[in-house]
């Protein structure tokens, strides 16, 4: 009897499955049903140049670079002269009652004049320009500074671009993660229903205790609970890239990229991109001239103006209630003709106001030379943080790609040992568990080394040029 047991012992577990009193196979609870259709798959190039023809940030900074455009006219600067057209007409109607302090011949006061309902009207028409010839050079000074705000303008729209195509690439590679992860669960929950028809087995042909099948399944089940909010994590992430896409949140995809780290970055190259090319520091710079600007314009203030003046007006004045002497009668006044001069403006003394502005505005001067500083400063700090994360996920990526190879060993040989009765099932959940956190250890290292190349990529601002590159 015991070299029957012994023998039976020895078989493998699925051919004891085989048997008649076997329970019958479900079908995978990680599948999708067949009507579903599969989502189109989104690369993350795909991905960004959605993002910078939808993302809204994107598009409102790109109308404020319009408008900042738009301003760039000499006309704008005060440089061009002014040419109004004026037109004035109006109508009256009067009772008109003239007495005098007179006396006819016998002695009685002079009747009065009277008119009821007497009617005017005036028609005033010109046109007139202005011409502003100098102004201590302040209109020469102001056009330069509308160019300077629209190159300002430009540099905070590049660095938006840059800023939103690092969110989109994290937002892509938070789905990757997450979809990485639902696969993990899914072949946690394959090694799981092996479980589950081994120890079914061994219950059925009376080897193995029915507890033994209950606790697989309700690790089963807890895979199972950990898949499904696995699930609503990746629905979450892909909520959040369509948002950043500037489309429907509902909009499935499936991502057709996976994480590639770079390993060559430079400190020294990455350093030296930022000085050069980063829109932030780009925009501190071109901020420092135009505050340059300002105060030059609050000094040309301090000059005398000077400006030409000319015009050409027509007036006209009918009056139906005019007297010539005793006589009632209507009048018509006319008068046409071309005006010019010269204008000037010499500013005396304002309480001192002009020197209170000036000093505000070298003050406004230096505060902004003491902002680049500190972009710099900042700049600085985070490409010396995001350096030091990208080293140090360097290595974790390695181990951690070591050590999945380990972890998928070990539950290769647990599975097998479990399949010939050499291992308890607590010891094969153990090495379950491990893989999966293995699996997901790997993920994480992975995508924050990757989060920490897109910030040195987006300080040194090589992520919408690379993209761009990447899309010829």
Do not use: C
């Not at 990680?30 to 940030?57: D, F, H, M, Q, S």
């Not at 000074?141 to 729209?157: G, H, W």
């Not at 300002?294 to 015009?311: I, K, N």
């Amino acid at each position: 009897m015991r070299r029957f047991l012994s023998f039976f012992l020895l078989l493998p577990f699925p051919l004891l499955a085989q048997q008649p009193a076997a329970a019958p196979q479900a079908k995978p609870q990680t599948e999708k049903p067949e009507t579903v259709a599969p989502a189109p798959a989104l690369t993350l190039a795909e991905a960004i140049r959605i993002g910078l023809e939808n993302n809204y940030n994107i598009r409102l900074v790109r109308q404020d670079e319009r408008i900042a455009e738009n301003n760039v006219t000499r006309g704008n600067a005060g440089q061009l002269p002014v040419v109004n057209g004026n037109l004035t007409r109006n109508f009256n109607r009067n009772n008109i009652n003239q007495r005098f302090g007179t006396t006819d011949a016998s002695g009685n006061p002079t009747a009065p004049r009277i008119v009821n309902g007497g009617t005017s009207n005036l028609l005033n028409t010109n046109v007139a320009a202005t011409w502003t010839i100098f102004d201590g050079f302040g209109m020469f000074i102001a056009y330069d500074r509308l160019r300077t705000v629209a190159q300002s303008q430009e540099q905070f729209t590049r660095a938006t671009a840059e800023e939103t195509v690092a969110d989109i690439t994290d937002a892509y590679f938070t789905v990757v993660r997450e979809a990485g992860k639902i696969r993990s669960f899914e072949e946690a929950l394959r090694i799981g229903q092996q479980r589950i028809d081994l120890t079914q087995a061994r219950a059925d042909v009376g080897v193995g205790a029915k507890v033994e099948v209950l606790t697989a399944r309700v690790d089963y089940n807890a895979d199972r609970s950990a898949l499904i909010q696995q699930q609503e994590a990746l629905k979450t992430a892909k909520v959040n890239l369509n948002n950043l896409l500037g489309r429907a949140p509902s909009v499935d995809f499936l991502p057709a990229d996976s994480i590639v780290v770079s390993r060559d970055l430079n400190r020294e190259t990455v350093t030296q991109a930022i000085r050069q090319n980063n829109p932030r520091l780009q925009q501190a710079r071109i901020n420092t001239e135009v505050a340059t600007y300002d105060r030059r314009l609050v000094r040309a203030s301090h000059f005398p103006q000077v400006g030409l003046t000319t015009g050409y007006g027509f007036n006209r004045n009918i009056n139906n209630a005019a007297f010539a002497g005793t006589q009632l009668t209507t009048s018509t006044n006319t008068t046409y003709g071309l005006n010019y001069g010269l204008v000037a403006s010499v500013p005396i003394f304002d309480g001192f106001n002009r020197n209170r502005l000036e000093q505000n505005a070298r003050i406004a001067e230096d505060q902004s030379k003491l902002q680049l500083e500190q972009t710099q400063l900042q700049l600085d700090a985070e490409a010396e943080q995001a350096y030091a994360q990208y080293q140090n996920r360097l290595q974790l990526l390695q181990l951690e790609e070591d050590n999945i190879q380990l972890a998928r060993q070990n539950v290769a040989i647990a599975l097998e040992r479990y399949r010939l009765g050499l291992l308890t099932p607590l010891a094969l959940r153990e090495a379950q568990r491990t893989q999966l956190d293995a699996e997901n250890r790997l993920l994480d290292i992975r995508f924050q080394a990757k989060q920490a190349e897109t910030v040195l990529r987006r300080l040194s601002s090589g992520l919408v040029q690379e993209q761009a590159d990447n899309g010829k």
